[in-house]
T-cell receptor
Framework: GENVEQHPSTLSVQEGDSAVIKCTYS??????FPWYKQELGKGPQLIID?????GEKKDQRIAVTLNKTAKHFSLHITETQPEDSAVYFC????????????FGTGTRLTIIP | DTEVTQTPKHLVMGMTNKKSLKCEQH?????MYWYKQKAKKPPELMFV???????INESVPSRFSPECPNSSLLNLHLHALQPEDSALYLC???????????????FGNGTRLTVT
């Protein structure tokens, strides 16, 4: 089955700086890569996703890059703000539903004011 | 606010109790999921319902019994749980995917379950 590794497990960043979280996956058949943000006391919320036919996707301060050859993808957050503090999970799955979605182990991001 | 509503937010139960967790969504999604999340861990898939029929059971012990009474509701019935079952139980929903593409998961805020 799929195995997703995520690094780092914790990350502290000065407000206004950028944060980068990296994930690698093992199954070359995976072709859907979402990122979820989980704030304290809440469920995970999708913040951005990318499919394997795209190398990069951007939504305001958030961007995701995908390298299918190397089987890794990354989340980039620019101009970080205190409300970006949360746990972030990457995931890898199929383009045919969520049953095979495998989550990474999570990154606790802390933005230092 | 999330469009997937879970009740109760917190639940404390003894090992001999029977309780139920409830989940409701009105987005027209026909796939619904139960996940279990332990502290500092990612969500783990337990069950998937597609068009109100159980399509996946990830070898979950029978003390957890899911039910999907209609397309908007999902229940998880609990009986004779163990202290190690204490966790955050998350409900999620999505469109059913039948052609290449994907429908993102929409999670509720979960029920924090403590088994004493």
């Amino acid at each position: 089955g799929e195995n997703v590794e995520q690094h780092p497990s914790t990350l502290s960043v000065q407000e206004g700086d950028s944060a980068v979280i990296k994930c690698t996956y093992s199954d070359s058949a995976s072709n859907y890569f979402p990122w979820y943000k989980q704030e304290l006391g809440k469920g995970p919320q999708l913040i951005i996703d990318i499919r394997s036919n795209v190398g990069e996707k951007k939504d305001q301060r958030i961007a995701v890059t995908l390298n299918k050859t190397a089987k890794h993808f990354s989340l980039h957050i620019t101009e970080t703000q205190p409300e970006d503090s949360a746990v972030y999970f990457c995931a890898a799955g199929s383009n045919f539903g969520n049953e095979k979605l495998t989550f990474g182990t999570g990154t606790r991001l802390t933005i230092i004011p | 606010d999330t469009e997937v509503t879970q009740t109760p937010k917190h639940l404390v139960m003894g090992m001999t109790n029977k309780k139920s967790l409830k989940c409701e969504q009105h987005m027209g999604h026909r796939a619904m999921y139960w996940y279990k999340q332990k502290a500092k861990k990612p969500p783990e898939l337990m069950f998937v319902y597609s068009y109100e029929k159980l399509s996946i059971n990830e070898s979950v012990p029978s003390r957890f019994s899911p039910e999907c009474p209609n397309s908007s509701l999902l229940n998880l019935h609990l009986h004779a749980l163990q202290p190690e079952d204490s966790a955050l139980y998350l409900c999620a929903s999505s469109q059913v995917v039948t052609t290449p593409g994907n429908s993102p998961l929409h999670f509720g805020n979960g029920t924090r379950l403590t088994v004493t």
